[in-house]
């Protein structure tokens, strides 16, 4: 009886450690650590069955508050290239952006401001939900994507 004690133990131990750890991890992020993992390149893809509307997007989100951004979007046999610069900062768990320039103003105004709450954010996936109330995934991609 003794020499089983000894090894379950250790594997109860084994097996808890993973629960804690992901315990310990899913303490809320602050603002200021959300702002560090979300400097560098975000991919984003969406298709509206509605509309048939297909869009692939890229921002890049710079120390400092700056980001730029680059979108194709593709109705039928149009393709509406658009790109965007903007200021951004997280405030509560919220990415607050701010265009700043627009290659297309009449698509997306100059000075408007988006709020998205942040759901998760790691490494490699930020999700958050916009001001239509969908979820969305952003995944990072190396900067030499284009």
């Known amino acids: 009886m003794k020499t089983i004690v000894a090894p379950l ?17 899913s303490k809320k992020a602050t603002d200021q650590e959300l702002s560090e993992l979300l400097i560098g390149k975000w991919q984003v893809q969406f298709e509206d ?31 509406v290239n658009l790109v965007l610069q903007a200021k951004w900062k ?14 297309d103003p009449k698509l997306v105004k100059e000075a408007s401001v988006t709020k998205d709450r942040i759901v998760s954010m ?6 958050y939900i916009d001001r239509d109330g969908k979820t969305i995934t952003e995944i990072r991609v190396p900067d030499d994507k284009p």
Do not use: C, H, N
């Not at 450690?17 to 992901?22: C, K, L, N, Q, R």
């Not at 869009?55 to 979108?71: D, E, F, H, P």
């Not at 790691?122 to 999700?127: H, L, V």
């Open 90 to 103: 997280i405030e509560k768990g919220v990415l607050i952006t701010t265009i700043t320039k627009s290659s």
């Open 49 to 79: 069955p509605k509309t048939k509307r297909k869009s692939i997007g890229w921002t890049v989100y710079a120390k400092g508050g700056l980001a730029a951004s680059r979108s194709i979007t593709k109705v039928g046999d149009k393709e």
């Open 122 to 127: 790691s490494t490699k996936q930020f999700r």
């Open 9 to 25: 133990i250790v594997a109860l131990l084994v097996l808890a450690s993973p629960s804690m750890v992901a315990a310990q991890k």
